[in-house]
């Protein structure tokens, strides 16, 4: 027998041993902690402290995991990732139906692979995918890139629309502002159709016949340097060929009613040629269209101004004082003639900014040896004090006998009128047309607007006090929200302020427009 079994211990506990000898072996614990373990402690071998530590361990643990979220939530998706997902059975396992299966969502892939013109291994399929992955990155930021320049330009684009319009006359919207032409998207168009639009734009080529034979004469270039496809002929493509270059030149400037009607004269004669029977071959259809507008511009323009001039000459007298507005090429020719024949005659021109015609006007009759006066619109009154007849210009003659020219023209006959003076508009047949208009406001076109404002600063000397100006007063007229500058090419004068209208035909009044109109759509089989 063991002596120290029966031995009790000081404080009378019996088993006293035992315990020490288990708070030796357990060093985390007291043996004071180890006198009360419970009985399945005892026989797991814990103690609380233990069980503190663990329990502190899991505290930190999951305190560790609530400080980071995310991880947290990524291993929540793993395993419901990897319960979802059932472990994936070997070739043996399966069944025979599941082996079926399995081949023919392989034999699947691999013709995807084949038809996407990737190889048939999966692994190598692979690779190259990962590599065009990788090759298509930069290409991929680069299109973000331009995607993003353009956008940005759009928004710098609409900033300064939005800026542009609140200085536009708001119950004007309706008309085409003046816009830039791009030549840089239509590089399909012909290279004189392209300069010819850049000419309009800049005003470098005005008037109605100037504009209307440079446009004639360019669509003759157009026609004889256009060949048709191999599986067209040349007299069906050519309308198709010139709606872009007529779209074109509409875009740049809007096209003055004389020039819609001479492509409308140009579209019937194409449509004359399609209905020829028999088919007219490509030369044979191209040489007559390009004889038929040399033909137009010669009968119909020049032969015409020819003789409104001789058929003018017949109401200029000796100690005439002619009034003429701006400059009209047919009213030169006139006034030329006039001089050339040896009628004593003054003249006084009137002229209205921005583009002073009248001063090139004056040079020419000044040169010729006409005794020439220079006036400004604002002041027509004072120039028809000694007036005896107004001679004028037009861009059209409407249906309702009103004529359609530069701005200005109305209110200068108007003035004629109420001092009881002949007003004489000399105006070609070929703009006469099938429109009726009472007002400026339904179809005009607006010029550029800071062609109004750009003056010369003028230092005035009775001012001392102010300094010499370096710009123009309004300058920075678009950063005024409340100012608004309106400038009209075009006014529409009534025919009740017109006494005559000079044409090629003779003298006419002018509500006898359209009775002129209708003879020639006849004439020509142009009836509409």
Known sequence: ????????????????????????????????????????????????????????????????????????????????????????????????????????????????????????????????????????????????????????????????????????????????????????TNKDLHPAVLALGLYFSEHKIVGSNA?????????SKVIEDHRPPADATFARNIQKHLDPHIAYLLGTRPMSLSMRECIRWLKKEISDIVEEDPPLSDDEARSRLIEAIEHFIRERI?????????????KIQDGEVILTYGKSSVVESLLLETKRKGIDFKVIIVDSRPLLEGKHLLRRLAAAGVDCSYYLLSSVYVALRSVTKVIMGAHALLNNGAVYSRVGTAMVAMAARDKQIPVMICCETYKF????????????????????VDTKPVYNSCHQTHPTPTESALSSWREQPNLRLLNLLYDVTPSKYITLVVTEVGLIPCTSAPVIWREYNEEFGKRK
């Open 1 to 184: 027998m063991d002596p120290t079994a029966n031995k009790s211990s000081p404080l009378l506990v019996p088993g006293a041993v035992a315990a020490q000898k288990q708070a030796a072996s357990a060093p985390l614990s007291s043996s004071y902690e180890n006198q009360w373990l419970a009985p399945e402690e005892k026989q797991r071998g814990t103690s609380p402290a233990s069980s503190r530590g663990s329990s502190d361990t899991k505290q930190s643990k999951a305190s560790s995991e609530a400080g980071s979220p995310q991880i947290a939530q990524q291993n929540q998706n793993q395993n419901q990732q990897q319960q979802q997902q059932p472990p994936r059975k070997s070739q043996k396992d399966m069944t025979k139906a599941e082996r079926r299966a399995l081949q023919e969502q392989q034999r699947l892939a691999k013709q995807g692979r084949v038809a996407a013109g990737l190889p048939k291994s999966a692994k190598k399929a692979a690779e190259i995918e990962s590599t065009n992955k990788k090759a298509q990155q930069p290409q991929q930021q680069l299109e973000k890139q331009t995607q993003q320049s353009t956008a940005d330009d759009k928004q710098k684009k609409k900033a300064r629309a939005s800026k542009t319009d609140q200085n536009e006359v708001p119950w004007l919207m309706h008309l085409d502002s003046p816009k830039k032409p791009e030549t840089s």
């Open 211 to 219: 504009r209307c034979v440079a446009m004639l004469e360019t669509f």
């Open 302 to 314: 020049t032969m015409a101004d020819q003789l409104i001039v001789q058929n003018g000459l017949q």
């Open 433 to 452: 047309v099938n429109r009726t208009q009472v007002d400026s406001l339904v179809l005009n076109e607006i010029g550029n607007p800071d062609e109004l």
